[in-house]
């Protein structure tokens, strides 16, 4: 099992960057595919990024690629999204999500734990 807290969302203006954090605890971080979420207001939550349980291998959604970049730290159970230039329509709860599996993937429902969310808020 493992538990998710995410870290590091705020308000910031067009062009602004932030960096996300997700502290988990359990001891199966380290073999965990782990993904960033997100929530806009009356949308689906969608698919930001994927990152490996060695961290060798990302992947990212075609909104965030070029500007967002997912790491992670296995030592210190922690996993990163960092956001560069943001824009208004990346205005969304953020959400961590730990995979159930091995294989990289951006379907919601492969992501069996999941934090509490932490707000983004991008003003133009």
């Known amino acids: 099992q493992v538990q998710l807290e995410e870290s590091g969302g705020g308000l910031v203006q067009a062009g602004a960057s932030l960096r996300l954090s997700c502290a988990a605890s359990?001891?199966?971080?380290?073999?965990?595919?782990m993904g960033w979420f997100r929530q806009a207001p009356g949308k689906e939550r969608e698919f930001v990024a994927a990152?490996?349980?060695?961290?060798?291998?990302?992947y990212y959604a075609d909104s965030v690629k070029g500007r967002f970049t997912i790491s992670r730290d296995n030592p210190k159970k922690t996993v990163y999204l960092q956001m560069n230039g943001l824009k208004p329509e990346d205005t969304a709860v953020y959400y961590c999500?730990?995979?159930?599996?091995?294989?990289?993937?951006?379907?919601?429902?492969?992501?069996?734990?999941w934090g509490q969310g932490t707000q983004v808020t991008v003003s133009s």
């Open positions: 999500a730990a995979s159930r599996g091995v294989r990289l993937t951006t379907t919601l429902l492969d992501y069996a734990y």
């Open positions: 990152i490996s349980w060695s961290g060798g291998t990302t």
């Open positions: 359990g001891r199966t971080f380290s073999n965990s595919v």
